[in-house]
Each structure stands twice: as C-alpha cells, then as structure tokens.
C-alpha cells in the first residue's frame, strides 16, 4: 500500500493558551500528525495530545524573534473509528494554529523520518526513503499587504489561517517519489524575518519488505489452517 494521506482536520485560535479540535481517523490510519505553529508572547507548548495520549515532537524552530514557534508531533497507531479530540496546551497565551493529518500506509516501526528546521519560510530537508512524504509548518509574518502566502514547490496546502492582522500559519505536504534534497517552503511579496519560523518532517511508506513478509506469513497460516 502506496503511503497517501488521510483525514485532515484543523482549528485556531487567538490569544489563548490551549487550542481542541476533534479528528476522526479511519480504519486504515495508521500514523498521525499534528503540525502546531504560534506567535505572540513566545511561550513554549506544554502538550500535544490525541484521544488522551501524549504524542511525540518530532522537530522545532523558534524564529529569531522567539515569538514566532512551529513543532511537528507524532503518534504511532492512533485511535481510529471514532471523534477524538485533539489537545493543544501551551504555558501562556498565544495566536495558534494546528493542522492533524492521518496518514494511510506509513512505516509501522518508525515513520518519522527526515527532519528540518529554520528561522525563515523555506529550507531543504534530504529524504531518506523514496516515495515517502514530507510535512511542513510554517510562521508567515507578513507586515506590509497582509497577503497570503503561496506554495513555492508544488506543495499542497492544508491550512492557511489568518488568526491576526499580517500573521499567516500554513501547513502543507510535498510528495516525494526520490531520496535526497527537496525544497519547501513558501512565497510572499514581504515579510518580518524576526517572526518566521518553519519546521519539516518526512513520513516514511511502509517498507516494501515489511509487507512481503507479511503476505507470506498470512499465507503460511491459510495453508497451516487448511492442512489440520
């Protein structure tokens, strides 16, 4: 199975110090995402929970300003089937966005791969696993037209909200059929540099071998089951 993407679901919110959205996943979800991005007053995030359970930050950036943060959690085999809540908490108030993506296929050991991070609104991330995904999160200052930003790689956005005047939090995803160096990030005509921030993961496909062996196992037990 081909790693793709699943449900997305999103929230924000201004001037707080938590954020909950409900997700529901499907049976076939079996690795999840959640990309946060905040700017105000610099507090870090306390939390990032699915359904009650703590997930794991699998990369960070805080701009150079320190207002501006993004993060990127994980949970492997989330709860599926069912609304389940997404929790953000933070120390103190913030602007936040979140994006939770489902992930159809993902490594079932590991599927977290590469990482990037960086004060500005694109970077390079050099991914390991061919046909695997990359992430990305990102704090788009932009202090002049208020515009919103654009992908500048082909990216699919996800989520682009607007919570305050001139502060943009897109979130989208990149294919990547190839190993090695890929770009993401993002455009806008201008932007205040202390304030962005981006931070990229990759999510790995399930491995080929994984799922050879798998069929073969199944296969051994139809023919053990037959033979008694």
């Not at 905040?38 to 930050?57: D, E, L, P, Q, Y």
Request: glycine content about 8%; hydrophobic content about 40%.
């Amino acid at each position: 199975m081909a790693l793709s993407i699943g449900t997305v679901a999103s929230g924000n919110v201004s001037n707080a110090s938590s954020i909950t959205f409900s997700l529901t996943l499907g049976a076939t979800e079996n690795f999840l995402t959640v990309a946060v991005a905040s700017n105000r007053n610099g507090f870090a995030i306390n939390s990032v929970t699915f359904a009650g359970v703590s997930m794991t930050k699998a990369v960070s950036d805080i701009s150079s300003g320190t207002a501006g943060q993004t993060s990127i959690w994980t949970l492997e085999n989330p709860t599926t089937g069912s609304s389940q809540n997404v929790v953000v908490t933070y120390a103190g108030a913030e602007d936040i966005a979140a994006t939770a993506t489902g992930w159809i296929g993902a490594d079932t050991v590991n599927a977290a791969g590469a990482t990037a991070h960086t004060n500005g609104i694109s970077t390079s991330i050099t991914t390991a696993s061919a046909n695997s995904y990359i992430v990305n999160v990102c704090v788009v200052y932009n202090n002049a037209d208020n515009n919103a930003p654009t992908a500048a790689n082909g990216e699919t956005i996800q989520g682009d909200p607007n919570i305050s005047s001139n502060k943009w939090y897109p979130v989208s995803t990149l294919s990547t059929p190839s190993t090695g160096s890929h770009t993401t990030g993002y455009n806008t005509s201008a932007q205040n540099s202390n304030a962005n921030s981006i931070s990229v993961l990759e999510i790995k496909p399930a491995a080929l071998t994984t799922i050879s062996n798998l069929i073969i196992q199944i296969n051994q037990a139809v023919k053990r089951a037959a033979y008694y």
